[in-house]
């Protein structure tokens, strides 16, 4: 069988920008490893030069040279157009492709296309306020990816989706009587399992992603402060991109605010090496961001065997097993936040029981040759009834 994955992809394995390619990452590492199929990675990208073929491993990468800007736009015309030539050369029995994206829209109507659900802020009310949909450009952007949800969901054959009912839920009858199959992000346990010391270093809580508005770091600083003075050692460290800058410089002001200099830091993107050392070690992972599916840092974190605070946002209570193996809070409710906080910092062995909990429940739920069976048992049913 002969599948192009179409998605973003790690340029540099040691770096991954975010956790979309983390996921297709892991995904089609577990694929290639069963022998049953041709891994062909079709993936966008403004880091190589120009358009490039690589053999990494079991997998054919397909490079294609993008340039920044107008995503959305160009998913819906360009980049589809590249994606399906793409498509053509590999002659693929199955596509799947990952996210709303032109991995979708550029697939022909010859091979099944499995698409799988990420980021549904477009269908989330309290994001139509956000300041990407203000104004003008705003509104076009709205339409924009409306129209490219909907060309998407139309093409595909199956739909996949990593967070129980949210995503059924929330996308309704665009999903146009189609029914979405629930299958978890695919870790690859073996390195979280094996980088864990017996203890955390009792101090650190750790958030794990993109520095944006939607992922609302903003509430966990102002947690945090509510935190600090009774956990004197305790320090908030951010690990991911900062591609908002002006909110950044805005948390940087809210730090300096609330006094919490010198116990508040951002690292941005790291080494994978660092990240899982940091991630293993943390007392608390932590999350206060206000929309998600199944956020790939979470489960990270719950297969390295430590505690789990997050906020309920989407697929996120379908992981967490509130008060067994972490703790889930209500959304915009800073004191539960930072509640939920101080009482893990306080309690060692809560933590302890907490990590045990979860990273059993990770073991159960995103290993990646159980990920890559159920994915497999989609490509089969859709290519017996051609």
């Given at each position: 069988m002969r599948l192009a994955l179409g998605t973003?992809?790690?340029?540099?394995?040691?770096?991954?920008?975010?956790?979309l390619e983390a996921v297709a990452h892991n995904l089609a590492a577990a694929?290639?490893?069963?022998?049953?199929?041709?891994?062909?990675?079709?993936s966008?990208?403004?880091?190589?030069?120009?358009?490039?073929?690589?053999?990494?491993?079991?997998?054919?990468?397909?490079?294609?040279?993008?340039?920044?800007?107008?995503?959305?736009?160009?998913a819906l015309t360009i980049h589809a157009c590249k994606i399906a030539a793409a498509y053509r050369d590999i002659c693929p029995d199955i596509i799947h492709a990952q996210a709303f994206s032109a991995y979708a829209v550029g697939a022909p109507a010859t091979s099944p296309l499995v698409l799988t659900v990420h980021g549904l802020e477009?269908?989330?009310?309290?994001?139509?306020?956000?300041?990407?949909?203000?104004?003008?450009?705003?509104a076009y952007r709205r339409w924009a990816e409306g129209l490219l949800i909907r060309r998407c969901l139309t093409k595909a054959s199956a739909i996949v989706?990593?967070?129980?009912?949210?995503?059924?839920?929330t996308i309704g009858p665009m999903l146009q009587g189609k029914r979405v199959r629930g299958i978890p992000n695919a870790l690859v346990l073996d390195c979280w399992l094996a980088a864990s010391p017996a203890e955390d270093d009792g101090r650190t809580v750790l958030c794990i992603g993109t520095v944006t508005r939607r992922k609302d770091p903003l509430t966990l600083v102002r947690a945090f402060g509510k935190v600090a003075s009774a956990c004197p050692d305790?320090?908030?460290?951010?690990?991911?991109?900062?591609?908002?800058?002006?909110?950044?410089?805005?948390?940087?002001d809210e730090v300096s605010i609330i006094g919490l200099e010198g116990r508040v830091e951002f690292l941005g993107l790291v080494q994978e090496d660092r990240l899982l050392h940091d991630c293993a070690t943390a007392a608390i992972v932590a999350s206060a961001s206000q929309v998600e599916t199944a956020?790939?840092?979470?489960?990270?974190?719950?297969?390295?065997?430590?505690?789990?605070?997050?906020?309920?946002?989407?697929?996120?209570?379908?992981?967490?097993?509130?008060?067994?193996?972490?703790?889930?809070?209500?959304?915009?409710?800073?004191?539960?936040?930072?509640?939920?906080?101080?009482?893990?910092?306080?309690?060692?062995?809560?933590?302890?029981?907490?990590?045990?909990?979860?990273?059993?429940?990770?073991?159960?739920?995103?290993?990646?040759?159980?990920?890559?069976?159920?994915?497999?048992?989609?490509?089969?049913?859709?290519?017996?009834?051609?």
């Open positions: 973003a992809y790690p340029f540099d394995e040691a770096r991954t920008h975010g956790g694929l290639a490893v069963t022998g049953e199929i041709d891994v062909h990675v079709v966008l990208s403004e880091r190589c030069h120009a358009d490039a073929v690589e053999r990494r491993g079991r997998l054919t990468i397909h490079w294609l040279r993008v340039g920044p800007r107008l995503a959305t736009t160009k477009w269908f989330v009310p309290e994001m139509r306020t956000a300041e990407r949909y203000a104004g003008p450009v705003g989706a990593m967070s129980g009912p949210f995503v059924p839920e305790s320090r908030l460290v951010f690990v991911g991109e900062m591609s908002e800058k002006d909110y950044h410089a805005a948390l940087l956020p790939m840092a979470l489960a990270e974190a719950m297969a390295a065997g430590r505690a789990v605070v997050a906020v309920g946002a989407g697929g996120i209570p379908t992981m967490i097993e509130d008060g067994v193996s972490g703790f889930v809070v209500p959304l915009n409710d800073v004191d539960a936040l930072a509640d939920r906080l101080r009482q893990l910092l306080m309690d060692k062995a809560l933590r302890r029981r907490f990590g045990a909990a979860a990273r059993s429940r990770a073991q159960d739920m995103f290993g990646s040759a159980r990920i890559a069976e159920q994915t497999l048992a989609v490509y089969r049913e859709l290519l017996s009834g051609r």
